[in-house]
């Protein structure tokens, strides 16, 4: 099973940001596609974004694209999404989660099989 550490929720103005960051004990991020979905009270489960190990390609949900960011640092083994200009639909949990055959969540190419607790994250104001 693979494990992730998910931090950077919080409570945050509309129109604030946030980083939130996902570190990976006991594996290489770099080896997987990695991503985020979130999950709202009462919703279902939305795929937030994709990076691909093969070309570092990305995939951003139409409801985030243009304000949020995914990137990797290697060094650290972490990955991390940046997220402007936020609003109160963006509030959710947030998970950090790696692609793998069969996963259940989707974004675009990745389909999401293992992933983290989550972190929340409020946009109120």
């Known amino acids: 099973q693979l494990q992730f550490v998910e931090s950077g929720g919080g409570l945050v103005q509309p129109g604030g940001s946030l980083r939130l960051s996902c570190a990976a004990p006991?594996?290489?991020?770099?080896?997987?596609?990695i991503g985020w979905f979130r999950q709202a009270p009462g919703k279902e489960r939305e795929g937030v974004s994709c990076?691909?190990?093969?070309?570092?390609?990305?995939y951003y949900a139409d409801s985030v694209k243009g304000r949020f960011t995914i990137s990797r640092d290697n060094a650290k083994n972490t990955v991390y999404l940046q997220m402007n200009s936020l609003k109160p639909e963006d509030t959710a949990v947030y998970y950090c989660?790696?692609?793998?055959?069969?996963?259940?969540?989707?974004?675009?190419?990745?389909?999401?099989?293992?992933w983290g607790q989550g972190t929340q994250v409020t946009v109120s104001s």
């Open positions: 989660a790696a692609d793998l055959p069969g996963g259940a969540v989707v974004a675009g190419p990745c389909h999401f099989g293992s």
């Open positions: 006991g594996f290489t991020l770099d080896y997987y596609a």
């Open positions: 990076l691909r190990e093969i070309d570092d390609s990305t």
